[in-house]
């Protein structure tokens, strides 16, 4: 049986009070695509009605980067890496080790009950960045060594070519899934059978100019990934998995 989890590391840009002092002067960051990703939340809402769990975050990433593995140099942000070590330990403590590992036993509480699980996870990117515009809709992240993954992918981005010919689908763009993310951390967890992960990154001009586009892409996005789901649940189910 598939089952589809769905998260958002980075759905809101909140600062708990006991950081605030850390921020002073610099509230207006924590309102740009580097405190969180805008429409990310709307959109994980939007796709949560067809998931069997969710999870989202709301604290900023600008706090704890909850989309990085504890061992990575950029896990805390310009301000917060100023904090001593023990309150660094406690920052992860309390904002951190509670989301990583309650989506983790979720993946193994699936897993052993012998099922194969999707994982998305929501994200939205900024259009522009450094001077340059990047050149994509929507991009699928995946580690092209899992055959599932890139299958999963390749027929996510049919679906929703076939819905709007006009949409730029590309892969591994504007990251690579193999880079440090959460689905990465997961994927040495866990074997290609039993999990399949899939960064969603949707352009951040489609929640910016709203209206009804975004509406539209929210929509289709929903709709091709739950045929998606339930055509590989059904496959599954041939097998008697
Ligand atoms: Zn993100």
Redesign the pocket.
């Known amino acids: 049986m598939l089952r589809l989890l769905l998260t958002?590391?980075?759905g809101g840009n909140l600062i708990p009070p006991a950081y605030a002092p850390l921020f002073q002067g610099h509230e207006e960051v924590l309102k740009t695509h580097q405190g969180?990703?805008i429409g990310?939340l709307e959109l994980y809402n939007t796709l949560k009605p067809i998931a069997d769990v969710g999870f989202y975050a709301e604290t900023s990433?600008l706090l704890v980067e909850l989309?990085r593995s504890l061992h990575h140099a950029k896990l805390f942000s310009a301000y917060t890496q100023v904090l001593p070590p023990t309150e660094k330990e406690r920052l992860l403590e309390k904002h951190y080790k509670p989301y990583r590992e309650q989506v983790e036993q979720m993946v193994s509480d699936f897993v052993s009950a012998g099922r194969r699980l999707l994982h998305v996870?929501?994200?939205?990117?900024t259009p522009m960045l450094d001077g340059e515009e990047r050149q994509a809709d929507i991009g699928l992240l995946y580690d092209p060594k899992r055959k599932h993954e890139q299958a999963y992918s390749k027929e996510w981005k049919a679906a929703l070519n076939k819905a709007d010919k006009d949409l730029l689908v590309r892969f591994n763009y504007p990251y690579l899934g193999i880079a440090d993310?959460f689905p990465t951390y997961l994927r040495r967890k866990f074997s290609a059978d039993e999990y399949v992960g899939i960064?969603l990154?949707v352009n951040q001009k489609f929640p910016q100019q709203g209206g009804a586009r975004w509406q539209e892409i929210q929509a289709l996005l929903a709709r091709t990934l739950q045929e998606v789901v339930l055509r590989n649940r059904a496959l599954l189910s041939e097998h008697g998995i």
């Open positions: 958002c590391e980075h969180y990703d990310a990433r989309n996870a929501v994200h939205t990117f993310g960064e990154e």
